[in-house]
T-cell receptor
Framework: DQQVKQNSPSLSVQEGRISILNCDYTNSMFDYFLWYKKYPAEGPTFLISISSIKDKNEDGRFTVFLNKSAKHLSLHIVPSQPGDSAVYFCAANSGGSNYKLTFGKGTLLTVNP | GAGVSQSPSNKVTEKGKDVELRCDPI?????LYWYRQRLGQGLEFLIY????????KSGLPSDRFSAERTGESVSTLTIQRTQQEDSAVYLC???????????FGPGTRLTVL
């Protein structure tokens, strides 16, 4: 039972354009959401997070939006750069067990020069 | 400083053999996590250690899996009588607190023939 779903296995965008990666969740107990980025042969690295008390968090070129009523979040990358090409994982946890992250399957982003 | 390291980076074994995977967390990090990523899947939580507290083993898939951690240092994940479905990348992460950002190692790719 996938509690965190990333329905797009891959996404391809042109350099300079916006990349939008989507994530849906089913567990209403989740209250903290994270995005991780993973290059081949490396472990995931933390990118950005958002608490359920917010609907937007911005960090440079990266913005995460949370729509609690729709149980949906998205990661926007503007402008996209070739170095952003990687697998992006959406993850979530709930306050009672903050450490236990539940991950989606990931979306492979390719940014073409 | 040094990040999370894991060894070996790759392990090929025969069905029925035991394997031991090692994780060296970031120095000073009290929390340590093991995850598993099967091909085409997201990361699955396996086990969590926090200081001297009893570990949360709720993610271990069977009693063939066990893990130990000595104090706040090295951890080993042991899989006994390996099966083909154990083939996956095993990732270790550590964090400075139980709610802190998790820093991942590069993983150990296990292949069970």
């Amino acid at each position: 039972d996938q509690q965190v779903k990333q329905n797009s296995p891959s996404l391809s965008v042109q350099e300079g354009r916006i990349s939008i990666l989507n994530c849906d969740y089913t567990n209403s107990m989740f209250d903290y959401f994270l995005w991780y980025k993973k290059y081949p042969a490396e472990g995931p690295t933390f990118l950005i997070s958002i608490s359920s008390i917010k609907d937007k968090n911005e960090d440079g070129r990266f913005t995460v939006f949370l729509n609690k009523s729709a149980k949906h979040l998205s990661l926007h990358i503007v402008p996209s750069q070739p170095g952003d090409s990687a697998v992006y994982f959406c993850a979530a946890n709930s306050g009672g067990s903050n450490y236990k992250l539940t991950f989606g399957k990931g979306t492979l982003l390719t940014v073409n020069p | 400083g040094a990040g999370v390291s894991q060894s070996p980076s790759n392990k090929v074994t025969e069905k029925g053999k035991d394997v031991e995977l090692r994780c060296d967390p970031i120095s000073g990090h009290t929390a340590l996590y093991w995850y598993r990523q099967r091909l085409g899947q997201g990361l699955e939580f396996l086990i969590y250690f926090q200081g001297n507290s009893a570990p949360d083993k709720s993610g271990l898939p069977s009693d063939r899996f066990s893990a130990e951690r000595t104090g706040e240092s090295v951890s080993t994940l042991t899989i006994q009588r390996t099966q083909q479905e154990d083939s996956a990348v095993y990732l270790c992460a550590s964090s400075s607190t139980w709610t802190g950002e998790q820093f991942f190692g590069p993983g150990t790719r296990l292949t069970v023939l």
